[in-house]
């Protein structure tokens, strides 16, 4: 065999690792090399993954990680830069790639299950989307967050749409005006994460939080979970409103009666997901 066929037949890493522990998948960003940046194929294999878990009954939580030193360093600039050579200088491959990573975002805010993210590392322009895209997140000490589209003439307006209902406004401001990196404390204290954790131990640490969460009715989670994004859209009146049209519905389930007897009898309730 010569060494361009030995090449060829050699089987490809995989981008996107996938493994399951106990009822929570864990889904792990590996292009190393490359910082972990989100390219056309990494952003559909996110896309497909979480398609793939939506309805599994079997996986109650999901917690997004990295391998290498980076969590992601957002869009690959590379691949992007390689179409400006397209009649339309690329335009309608960004639009493609600008859509696709959206809906992809939007998939893991609707996904009916939490989503952890565990950042080892810097999270940088898209990266830092998707980490305020999770409903949940923990991050090393060593992490560090930047939206530094600024110095590249390029502003992150897509990231801008995560980190904005994650972050107040004027940290938001600081971090899309100067570029400037975030460390993890600070981004703890702004709200963009949960939890700092020692270096290295943050995929457990995500996992473990998951497995919290996990223990809950999972209609219960599905239902409080996209009952608040949806308030967090609506006028105060039209939210409260909203709210207490679930919480009543929520009140009719199953689980919140199980939930509420075992509570009164003080014992374990026994779940049935609906």
Same mark, same amino acid.
């Given at each position: ?6 090449? %060829? +037949?050699?089987?490809? !890493? #995989? ?7 106990? $009822?929570?998948?864990?889904?792990? *960003?590996? =292009? ?109 000490? %060593? +992490?560090?967050?930047? !939206? #530094? ?7 992150? $307006?897509?990231?801008?749409?995560? *980190?904005? =209902? ?109």
């Amino acid at each position: 065999m010569t060494p361009q066929a030995a090449h %060829a +037949a050699a089987p490809q !890493t #995989p981008i996107l690792l996938r493994e399951t522990v106990g $009822s929570i998948r864990v889904l792990t *960003l590996n =292009r190393p090399a490359a910082r972990n940046s989100l390219s056309e194929a990494m952003i559909a294999e996110l896309h497909a993954a979480l398609r793939d878990i939506h309805d599994d009954s079997e996986v109650r939580a999901l917690v997004i990680a990295a391998n290498g030193p980076a969590f992601s360093a957002g869009h690959d600039m590379k691949e992007l830069t390689a179409r400006r050579t397209d009649a339309d200088r690329g335009r309608a491959y960004f639009a493609h790639i600008m859509t696709a990573c959206s809906a992809m975002m939007q998939a893991i805010v609707q996904l009916p299950k939490p989503v952890v993210a565990a950042v080892q590392g810097i999270a940088t322009a898209a990266g830092c989307q998707l980490v305020a895209s999770c409903d949940l997140a923990v991050a090393s000490e %060593a +992490a560090t967050f930047a !939206t #530094p589209g600024v110095d590249i003439g390029l502003f992150c $307006s897509t990231p801008m749409v995560a *980190l904005s =209902r994650n972050v107040p406004r004027k940290q938001t401001m600081e971090m899309l005006l100067t570029g400037e990196p975030v460390p993890a404390t600070t981004a703890r204290d702004i709200g963009l994460i949960n939890r700092v954790v020692a270096a290295g131990t943050e995929r457990d640490a995500a996992i473990t939080l998951a497995q919290k969460v996990a223990l809950k009715s999972a209609y219960t989670i599905k239902l409080g979970k996209a009952a608040f994004y949806r308030q967090a859209e609506m006028s105060l009146a039209d939210a409260y409103r909203y709210a207490a049209e679930v919480m009543t519905e929520n009140m009719m389930a199953r689980d919140a009666e199980e939930g509420i007897g075992a509570f009164i009898e003080k014992r374990e309730p026994k779940w049935q997901d609906r």
